[in-house]
């Protein structure tokens, strides 16, 4: 039973456009989300999250938006670069249940194009 | 500031053979975690510890992984016997143990049984 799902397993853009990464969830218990970077050979990074009582949070380049009542959040990178290549995770957590259990999704791999 | 430590990076061995992996969590970081990465797979968590009390162990397959924390610091998750399907990448993470906080991930361990 996949939780978290990332149904692009790559995506391809040109340096300069946006990047939009995509998740949905099924649980709607999880009330924390979160995007980890991960280039190969390295563990994941963590690069922005989102409380559910949000529905955007700005990091510079980076945007991610969470749409509870479609169970969807977005992760959306403008302008995209390509130092950004990297496969990205989402991932969902219980905070107050579950001690920060991290769910992830099966990840989604960018290619920034110079 | 250091950041998570493991080795070994990379671990060859025969099936049937036991395996160990070592962690050190970031100085200060109570909790720590051993997640599981199947190719083309987000990280699925196998244990977490909180100092040295494993408070979630369900996803660990006990008749031939076990874990320990001695003195809430480091960690070892060890494979006895090792089979095929256990060839895989092994991360540790740490968090400072509040609920939401970050997790830090270690670069992993790529085990390849034979």
């Known amino acids: 039973d996949q939780q978290v799902k990332q149904n692009s397993p790559s995506l391809s853009v040109q340096e300069g456009r946006i990047s939009i990464l995509n998740c949905d969830y099924t649980?709607?218990?999880?009330?924390?989300f979160l995007w980890y970077k991960k280039y190969p050979a390295e563990g994941p990074t963590f690069l922005i999250s989102?409380?559910?009582?949000?529905d955007k949070n700005e990091d510079g380049r980076f945007t991610v938006f969470l749409n509870k009542s479609a169970k969807h959040l977005s992760l959306h990178i403008v302008p995209s670069q390509p130092g950004d290549s990297a496969v990205y995770f989402c991932a969902a957590s219980w905070v107050n249940n579950q001690g920060g259990k991290l769910i992830f999704g099966q990840g989604t791999e960018l290619s920034v194009k110079p | 500031e250091a950041g998570v430590v493991q080795s070994p990076r990379y671990k060859i061995i025969e099936k049937k053979q036991p395996v160990a992996f070592w962690c050190n969590p970031i100085s200060g970081h109570n909790t720590l975690y051993w997640y599981l990465q199947n190719l083309g797979q987000g990280p699925e968590l196998l244990i977490r510890y909180e100092n040295e009390e494993a408070v979630d162990d369900s996803q660990l397959p006990k008749d031939r992984f076990s874990a320990e924390r001695l003195k809430g610091v480091d960690s070892t998750l060890k494979i006895q016997p090792a089979e095929l399907g256990d060839s895989a990448v092994y991360l540790c993470?740490?968090?400072?143990?509040?609920?939401?906080?970050?997790?830090?991930f270690g670069p992993g361990t790529r085990l390849t049984v034979t």
């Open positions: 993470a740490s968090s400072a143990g509040q609920a939401g906080d970050e997790q830090y």
């Open positions: 989102i409380s559910s009582i949000k």
């Open positions: 649980n709607s218990m999880f009330d924390y």
